[in-house]
């Protein structure tokens, strides 16, 4: 199972809107609509942001939004803020009763 | 409060065995699936299997299969991860993570334990 594609890096600025793209295929991200979305800082275990493609977990900051259209999901985070720079990590069920993570995306905050 | 702890740092050589385990509390243990990831430094989370405390089924991750086995002591409410024949490339942080709805498998991942160290090394 190859890994899911993410950019490897994106950019704004406080107060902006950025979106962070993962592609799959029709065995993961698109055959499924079990797409997460992970927050990791630094020396941290990873935080669940976003589950079955767009439901929020309890505590989680409404700035903070899922979709998908065929085989790509994307994480929108709109309002950035300091403390949202991190690395981001999708991932999907797939096919094979396994789950697959994408290569990850470093979020800078300008 | 719903938690994962999982066991402390390990040092091991190329060839050798390590077993990690991860303590469940706050929540009816045989009710989610567990699953393992681990993390190279520098690099990015790889899933490497799941299992299920209620019967103790696993499903392992194609790229490991032979070398880890996932176990489950429900008296204790821990799961544990063996991985043989260890190389280096194995060096990595271990993650117990807890699915997010009971008795799903959806690969959504809410309680993560705080990640076990360990480093294989002639």
């Known amino acids: 199972q190859s890994a899911l594609t993410q950019p490897a890096s994106v950019s704004g600025s406080p107060g902006q809107s950025i979106t962070i793209s993962c592609t799959g295929t029709?065995?993961?991200?698109?055959?499924?609509?079990?797409v997460s979305w992970y927050q990791q800082h630094p020396g941290k275990a990873p935080k669940l942001m976003i589950y079955?493609?767009?439901k929020r977990p309890s505590g989680v900051s409404n700035r903070f939004s899922g979709s998908k259209s065929g085989n790509t999901a994307s994480l929108t985070i709109s309002g950035l803020q300091a403390e949202d720079e991190a690395d981001y990590y999708c991932s999907s069920y797939t096919s094979s009763s396994s789950v697959v993570f994408g290569g990850g995306t470093k979020l800078t905050v300008l | 409060q719903v938690q994962l702890v999982q066991s402390g740092a390990e040092v091991k050589k190329p060839g050798a065995s390590v077993k990690v385990s991860c303590k469940a509390s706050?929540?009816?243990?045989?009710?989610?699936?567990m699953h393992w990831v681990r993390q190279a430094p520098g690099q990015g989370l790889e899933w490497m299997g799941i299992?299920?405390?209620?019967?103790?089924?696993?499903s392992y991750a194609q790229k490991f299969q032979g070398r880890v086995t996932m176990t489950r002591d429900t008296s204790t409410s821990t799961v544990y991860m063996e991985l043989s024949s260890l190389r280096s490339e194995d060096t990595a942080v271990y993650y117990c993570?807890?699915?997010?709805?009971?008795?799903?498998?959806?690969?959504?991942?809410?309680?993560w334990g705080q990640g076990t160290m360990v480093t294989v090394s002639s």
């Open positions: 706050g929540y009816t243990f045989t009710s989610y699936y």
């Open positions: 299992i299920n405390p209620s019967g103790g089924s696993t």
């Open positions: 079955d493609v767009s």
């Open positions: 993570a807890r699915e997010t709805v009971a008795g799903t498998i959806a690969g959504a991942f809410d309680i």
């Open positions: 029709s065995s993961d991200v698109g055959g499924y609509n079990y």
